[in-house]
């Protein structure tokens, strides 16, 4: 089968690697129908160490079983199924608690011998656990929408659940990419009803004036946070949802949060380091929280919706790629061209 690597900094290549097998009686392998990359793939595509040896890539897809191992109880070849960027048991006490992403047998594609999803085929660790069937004949103009349940969507209602948004809390979503966008159209699910978007991108926050955002601030740093403090009589919002995940849009985060309220990160910190002293989260009670997305926990919660088509989660979608086109959609999405690119295998 066909399969994207990553051997460094701005090289992604598609190459010819045998087909996965199944190792584990607890293993599926899945036939990938559709993948896409994520804005988390360009942090190895900035910086990774050039290497020998090629990592694989992709941790979103949605897919067919193709076969089963032999303890594998509810799923069957034929299943149309969505993969939760994290893979887990689906039993154990975090499993159970919806903190899939901490599962005590679970992991993460692309690593620890799992193949990346941005290929033809993939083993399942857990399938029982981790994926999730589809009915049968979803038209597949649905396609793009599911596959936000892999990550995106999840993610940004994470960022939602996790900042205790409601009908009563006003709330800043930090960033205009894919996640940025969900988080503001999950924040709107959830009830609020001021929703102001910090973003640059016309084109994004357009789209994010339509999944609910009341304002938009395309100012960052100290004139951004100014701005946000203006929309709120000076007191910034009850919730800010961070999706970025660099260290301008915590400091962000922090001068637009309101007292007593709570900063809810789901941008992969590229940082170690940050403020959490008496003048940005002390004095003020504010609570930081996120952290990975436990997406599996939401996808039953999530689905019906985008099934009937009463969310479009989808339309983050701007681009579309086959397989072999993988490295272009890493270039378009580096150089902002596209939004989030979606490849068809
Ligand atoms: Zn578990």
Redesign the pocket.
């Known amino acids: 089968m066909r399969a994207a690597f990553m051997y460094g900094a701005g090289d992604v290549r598609v190459e010819t690697v045998p087909d996965p097998i199944l190792n584990q009686p607890t293993d599926a392998i899945v036939r990938i129908v559709r993948a896409c990359v994520c804005g988390s793939d360009l942090h190895p595509f900035h910086d990774m160490p050039a290497g020998a040896v090629g990592t694989p890539m992709g941790h979103e897809f949605l897919g067919v079983v193709e076969e089963v191992g032999s303890e594998v109880r509810t799923l069957a070849p034929g299943d149309f199924v969505i993969a939760p960027f994290a893979w887990?048991?689906?039993?154990?006490?975090?499993?159970?608690e919806g903190l899939?992403t901490?599962?005590?047998?679970?992991g993460f594609w692309a690593g620890n011998g799992i193949g990346g999803g941005q290929a033809e085929a993939i083993r399942v660790p857990?399938a029982d656990?981790t994926l999730v069937k589809i009915p049968a004949g979803v038209d597949a103009a649905l396609y793009p929408s599911l596959l936000t349940l892999s990550d995106v969507y999840g993610t940004g209602y994470h960022a939602a659940v996790r900042g205790r948004v409601t009908a009563r809390t006003t709330v800043t979503v930090i960033g205009d990419g894919a996640v940025g966008l969900m988080a503001v159209l999950s924040a709107r699910q959830l009830g609020a009803e001021r929703i102001i978007l910090m973003g640059r991108h016309t084109s994004r926050t357009d789209l994010g004036r339509e999944f609910g955002a009341t304002d938009v601030v395309a100012a960052r740093g100290e004139e951004g946070i100014a701005l946000v403090r203006e929309l709120t009589g000076g007191d910034g919002t009850h919730v800010v949802l961070e999706a970025v995940g660099h260290l301008p849009a915590y400091e962000q985060a922090v001068g637009v949060v309101r007292a007593g309220g709570v900063i809810s990160r789901v941008g992969v910190p590229q940082y170690e380091q940050a403020p959490v002293g008496f003048g940005s989260l002390f004095g003020p009670n504010v609570t930081l929280t996120g952290g990975p997305a436990p997406v599996r926990a939401y996808i039953d919660r999530l689905l019906p919706g985008v099934l009937d088509g009463s969310v479009q989660p989808g339309k983050v979608f701007d681009r579309t790629v086959s397989l072999s086109e993988t490295p272009e959609g890493y270039r378009l999405m580096d150089s902002r061209e596209a939004l989030k690119v979606l490849i068809a295998p």
Do not use: A, K, L, Y
């Open positions: 887990s048991d689906g039993t154990c006490d975090f499993c159970r899939q901490s599962c005590r047998h679970g857990q656990g």
